[in-house]
């Protein structure tokens, strides 16, 4: 069983950054696919960032702004945020999936495990 708990959300302006991070417990696959995605209100969860193998993975959204990094000795997954916009408000949600193929990484439907998720809001 794998339990993900995220932390490092809050208020934020427009400019600033947040660090995100996932603390993960139980057994977690280090060829499998961990990342992050987020739900804005009225909206469908969309993808983040995923790590996988060594390789990550942004949404044209948030390349070159949002960093994702796996700390395999402490089984953290962390998303470094910086110039947030008020776009990225969402409720960001850490997924893990031990059998994800690339072809499906962009896929909220094929994660396993979910967090609880943690609020980020940017104002203007």
């Known amino acids: 069983q794998v339990q993900l708990v995220e932390s490092g959300g809050g208020l934020v302006q427009a400019g600033d950054s947040l660090r995100l991070s996932c603390a993960t417990s139980?057994?977690?696959?280090?060829?499998?696919?961990m990342g992050w995605f987020r739900q804005a209100p009225g909206k469908e969860r969309e993808f983040v960032s995923v790590?996988?193998?060594?390789?990550?993975y942004y949404s044209d959204s948030v390349k070159g702004r949002f960093t994702i990094s796996r700390n395999s000795a402490k089984n953290t997954l962390d998303l470094q945020m910086n110039s947030l916009k008020p776009e990225d408000t969402a409720v960001y949600f850490c997924?893990?999936?031990?059998?994800?193929?690339?072809?499906?990484?962009?896929?909220?439907?094929?994660?396993?495990?979910w967090g609880q998720g943690t609020q980020v809001t940017v104002s203007s």
């Open positions: 139980g057994r977690t696959s280090s060829s499998g696919a």
């Open positions: 997924a893990a999936g031990p059998t994800v193929i690339t072809s499906q990484l962009r896929n909220p439907g094929a994660y396993y495990y």
């Open positions: 790590v996988k193998g060594g390789t990550s």
